[in-house]
C-alpha cells in the first residue's frame, strides 16, 4: 500500500523512497493491489501502530519503513557536503517561454565527501554487528560505485549567494547586504556558506527575522541618508 502510494510522488522523490527501483519493470499495479488484499489484517494493525506511535504519542516516530519480505530494513544516508567553488548555477544561452534565460546546476562533490560517507557507513557496520542482534551488511566496491553515483534529487539549492567577509570570496556580507548594490538584501538559504543535510526553512526563518531587526535597527539611524562606512549598512533609496 505504501508502495503504490509513493509510486503518485514526483519522480525525484520516487528516486529517493524506492532506492532507484524501476517502478515501470516488471511489477504492475494490479499485483499490489492483490497484495494489499491479502493484507488488510496486516495493514490494520501497522494502521493502528502507527496512530499509537506516531500520531497520538508524546514521543513521535520520525519516519515509516516497512521491512522487506526477508525482514531486512534498506538503509540511507543524509550527509552535509563541505564547501565547493566548482559547484555553481550558470546562466547558459537558453531562453524559456517567457524568455528568461534558463540556468544550468553544476553541482560537484569533492572526493573527501565521498570517503567521509562510506567510512561512516563501515563505522556504522562495525558497531551495529559488535553490539546489537542486528546486521549491517554491504558490498564496499558497489557502495563506493552507489555513493559515487550520487545526485541532488529533492533538496534544496543553497549557497549561490554566499556570506562572506569580503567581495572576493561572496556575494553578501554579515548583514545579508549585496556587496556593491546599497539597500539591496537577500534574505534566504543562498546566503547559507555551506549547507546541513536537514531541511533548511528554520534556518531561512531566522535569518529573515534577524535581517528584519537589523533594517529596523537601520531606519531608526540618525544617519541613514548619509552612512554607509560598513558593509551592510543601510543607505535610503
Not at 97 to 119: N, P, Q, S, T
Request: charged share 20%; net charge neutral; proline share 5%.
Amino acid at each position: 500500500a505504501i508502495f503504490l502510494a509513493k509510486s503518485t510522488l514526483m519522480r525525484e522523490h520516487q528516486d529517493i523512497l524506492h532506492d532507484d527501483i524501476d517502478l515501470a519493470g516488471p511489477s504492475s499495479p494490479t499485483e499490489h493491489l492483490r497484495n494489499v488484499a491479502g493484507g488488510l489484517p496486516q495493514i490494520a494493525m501497522f494502521g493502528l501502530k502507527m496512530l499509537v506511535r506516531r500520531a497520538f504519542a508524546h514521543r513521535k516516530l520520525p519516519y515509516t519503513l516497512i521491512a522487506d519480505a526477508d525482514g531486512s530494513f534498506p538503509l540511507q544516508v543524509n550527509a552535509e557536503q563541505t564547501p565547493l567553488a566548482a559547484s555553481r548555477i550558470e546562466p547558459t544561452g537558453d531562453v524559456d517561454g517567457f524568455g528568461v534565460r534558463r540556468v544550468a546546476v553544476a553541482w560537484k562533490v569533492r572526493g573527501e565527501d565521498l570517503e567521509a560517507i562510506h567510512r561512516a557507513f563501515v563505522l556504522l557496520r562495525r558497531e551495529i554487528n559488535a553490539h546489537t542482534a542486528a546486521r549491517l551488511e554491504f558490498d564496499e566496491d558497489a557502495l563506493r560505485t552507489r555513493i559515487a553515483g550520487s545526485r541532488p534529487v529533492g533538496g534544496h539549492h543553497i549557497g549561490t549567494a554566499r556570506m562572506a567577509a569580503t567581495e572576493r570570496t561572496g556575494v553578501v556580507d554579515e548583514n545579508c547586504a549585496v556587496f556593491g548594490l546599497p539597500n539591496l538584501f537577500i534574505a534566504g538559504s543562498a546566503v547559507f556558506p555551506t549547507s546541513g543535510h536537514a531541511n533548511p526553512t528554520l534556518s531561512i526563518v531566522a535569518m529573515a527575522i534577524r535581517l528584519a531587526d537589523h533594517l529596523k535597527a537601520c531606519r531608526r539611524g540618525p544617519d541613514i541618508r548619509t552612512t554607509q562606512a560598513a558593509a551592510g549598512d543601510c543607505v535610503a533609496p
